[in-house]
Structures are given as structure tokens and as C-alpha cells.
């Protein structure tokens, strides 16, 4: 399985990214994809999970209502959309194989990640 995350960047305070997360190798079955986020100085935690069959979504408290994330099966790709994005959204940000659900329990290795930096 492959996996490989792209679309940050640097963006201010109140902006937007749609971070994607192209994934090869996998037979989806009842998998789910996963994005999660690592600060400078803090332990990774989660933030959002889409399952492959049926799309049923889970997304953390802190960024409920700005981020969503999505699916493209035929495209083999998931997407991250964050909006009105704050500086406390600063992170490395990873996706990875997931059985659903908002746990830190993940299928795969960790890929390099994609950085968002959002400035004030």
C-alpha cells in the first residue's frame, strides 16, 4: 500500500487548502482513510476519517464545522478541505489506512506528510 499526501502549504489566518491523499495498492473493502496532524512539539492526534464504502465520516471536535473530508474512489483519492484555517492548525499533516471511527489505531506506515503553515 502507498499512500501520499500533498496540497499543503502557507496560507494566512481565514484562508483554505484542500489537502489530497492518493492511495495505491489497496483493495477498500470495509478500510477506511484517515487524516491526522502532528504540531511542532505535540503528539499527533487525529482529525478526520472516511470510510471507502458508504462515505460515513468522523471528524474531531477542534476542527468540526471548517475541515471536511472526502472521497473519489474511482480516483483512488481523498481529500482534506480546511477552512477558515488558524494558526493553531499548523502542522504536519498525514493520511493513512483506518478502520473508521476517530481512534489512532492505523493499517500502514507513516508517509513523509504534507506541511501547513498557517500564518496570523
Known amino acids: 500500500v502507498q499512500l501520499q499526501a500533498s496540497g499543503g502549504g502557507l496560507v494566512q489566518a481565514g484562508g483554505s487548502l484542500r489537502l489530497s491523499c492518493a492511495v495505491s495498492g489497496l483493495t477498500f473493502g470495509n478500510s477506511a482513510i484517515a487524516w491526522f496532524r502532528q504540531a511542532p512539539g505535540k503528539e499527533r492526534e487525529f482529525v478526520a476519517s472516511?470510510?471507502?464504502?458508504?462515505?460515513?465520516?468522523n471528524i474531531a471536535e477542534s476542527v468540526k464545522g471548517r475541515f471536511t473530508i472526502s472521497r473519489d474512489n474511482a480516483r483512488n483519492t481523498m481529500y482534506l478541505q480546511m477552512n477558515n484555517l488558524k494558526p493553531e492548525d499548523t502542522a504536519v499533516y498525514y493520511c493513512?489506512?483506518?478502520?473508521?471511527?476517530?481512534?489512532?489505531?492505523?493499517?500502514?506506515?507513516w508517509g513523509q506528510g504534507t506541511l501547513v503553515t498557517v500564518s496570523s
Open positions: 472516511i470510510k471507502f464504502a458508504g462515505g460515513h465520516t
Open positions: 493513512n489506512i483506518h478502520r473508521g471511527g476517530a481512534g489512532m489505531k492505523v493499517l500502514a506506515p
